[in-house]
C-alpha cells in the first residue's frame, strides 16, 4: 500500500514570487507521481507526472516537479505564481507495475492562494 | 486528449430518493472507471473500481448495497445512489484513462440531499 503526505494544507503567497508545494510518499513498491490540480467545483486535471527517465518533469504553464528517490519527494515548484494558479493541488501515486489498475492514493492537497 | 463527462453537474434531491450519476469516456475505451467522492475541503477518497463486464470492487467501509454502480460499456459507468441521505451529500468525481499516463477526471457532481 502506498501513501502520501502533503506537507502543507495551505500556502498563501503574492503574485511572482516562487512558490514550492512540497509531497513525500512512502511505499514497498515502485511507483509513479502525479500532481493534479482542481480549480472550484471541478473535476481534477493532470499537471505533470512522473513515470521513468529524467527525474525533473515540467508542465505547460510553468510548473515543474523533482522525483527525488532517496527522500521518497516530489516537490512541486513554481518560479514565478500568477493569481491565475490559485487553486487546490494534490500529489498522487500510483503502483508502477500496474497493481490494482493503478489505482492512485492521494495526498490530503494543497491550497495555494496567490495574493496581488 | 482523453475526455471524461460526468453528467449531471449538480443535483438535488429529496431524502430517500435515490440519485444516478453517469461517466462517460467521450474518445477512448475504458475498461476500468474509478469512482471517488470528496468532502469539503479535504482529498479524494477512492470508493469504488469500476470494472466492464464484471462486479465492481468497492473500497473497505463503502457501502455496496447503497452506492450502486454499473459498468455495462467500455464507454460508461453509472454511480447510482440509493436512498440517499443528508449525510450522503457530496462532490462525486469519476475518473478514466490509460494507466500508465494517469486518469482524466471528470468534473465532478455535486449532490446535496434534503
Known amino acids: 500500500a502506498q501513501s502520501v503526505t502533503q506537507l502543507d494544507s495551505q500556502v498563501p503567497v503574492f503574485e511572482e514570487a516562487p512558490v514550492e508545494l512540497r509531497c513525500n510518499y512512502s511505499?514497498?513498491?515502485?511507483?509513479?507521481l502525479f500532481w493534479y490540480v482542481q480549480y472550484p467545483n471541478q473535476g481534477l486535471q493532470l499537471l505533470l507526472k512522473?513515470?521513468?527517465?529524467?527525474?525533473l518533469v515540467e508542465s505547460i504553464n510553468g510548473f515543474e516537479a523533482e522525483f527525488n528517490k532517496s527522500q521518497t519527494s516530489f516537490h512541486l515548484r513554481k518560479p514565478s505564481v500568477h493569481i491565475s494558479d490559485t487553486a487546490e493541488y494534490f500529489c498522487?501515486?500510483?503502483?508502477?507495475?500496474?497493481?490494482?489498475?493503478?489505482?492512485?492514493?492521494f495526498g490530503k492537497g494543497t491550497l495555494l492562494t496567490v495574493n496581488p | 486528449g482523453a475526455v471524461v463527462s460526468q453528467h449531471p453537474s449538480w443535483v438535488i434531491c429529496k431524502s430517500g430518493t435515490s440519485v444516478k450519476i453517469e461517466c462517460r469516456s467521450l474518445?477512448?475505451?475504458?475498461?476500468?472507471m474509478f469512482w471517488y467522492r470528496q468532502f469539503p475541503k479535504q482529498s479524494l477518497m477512492l470508493m469504488a473500481t469500476?470494472?466492464?463486464?464484471?462486479?465492481?470492487?468497492?473500497e473497505q467501509g463503502v457501502e455496496k448495497d447503497k452506492f450502486l454502480i454499473n459498468h455495462a460499456s467500455l464507454t460508461l459507468s453509472t454511480l447510482t445512489v440509493t436512498s440517499a441521505h443528508p449525510e450522503d451529500s457530496s462532490f462525486y468525481i469519476c475518473?478514466?484513462?490509460?494507466?500508465?499516463?494517469?486518469?482524466?477526471f471528470g468534473s465532478g457532481t455535486r449532490l446535496t440531499v434534503v
Open positions: 475518473s478514466a484513462g490509460q494507466g500508465v499516463d494517469g486518469y482524466t
Open positions: 511505499s514497498s513498491v515502485s511507483v509513479y
Open positions: 512522473y513515470l521513468s527517465g529524467s527525474t
Open positions: 498522487a501515486v500510483s503502483e508502477s507495475s500496474g497493481g490494482s489498475n493503478y489505482k492512485l492514493t
Open positions: 474518445d477512448f475505451q475504458a475498461t476500468t
Open positions: 469500476s470494472n466492464e463486464g464484471s462486479k465492481a470492487t468497492y
